[in-house]
Nanobody, 118 residues
Framework: QVQLVESGGGLVQPGGSLRLSCAAS????????MGWYRQASGKQRELVAT???????EYADSVKGRFTISRDNALKMVYLQMNNLNAEDTAVYFCNGNRSDYARLNYWGQGTQVTVSS
């Protein structure tokens, strides 16, 4: 069974940084597009950043210039470096893996809480 396990969340002050990690297992990782999504309390889940199998990245406008997504195919890891955090970044962050050629292959992690507060 495919597993995506997020880590690295926590409480950080405004202006601070966090690095989220997502470890994938039982997956042909290099064939998967990976992404980070977030869901704030009372809001819908939204895309934060994605990285394709060719390491092409895209970001939500709200995080451009502050967040960086990266992947390590050898370790089957995807990362989200988050800098200059603000209260609006508070949410549960989810890791996603999906394949462009097989739409049914779409997996989610359990999420990690990020809270930005002084």
């Amino acid at each position: 069974q495919v597993q995506l396990v997020e880590s690295g969340g926590g409480l950080v002050q405004p202006g601070g940084s966090l690095r989220l990690s997502c470890a994938a297992s039982r997956i042909s990782f290099r064939f998967y597009n990976m992404g980070w999504y977030r869901q704030a309390s009372g809001k819908q889940r939204e895309l934060v950043a994605t990285i394709t199998t060719s390491s092409i990245t895209e970001y939500a406008d709200s995080v451009k210039g502050r967040f960086t997504i990266s992947r390590d195919n050898a370790l089957k890891m995807v990362y989200l470096q988050m800098n200059n955090l603000n209260a609006e970044d508070t949410a549960v962050y989810f890791c996603n893996g999906n394949r462009s050629d097989y739409a049914r292959l779409n997996y989610w992690g359990q999420g990690t809480q990020v809270t930005v507060s002084s």
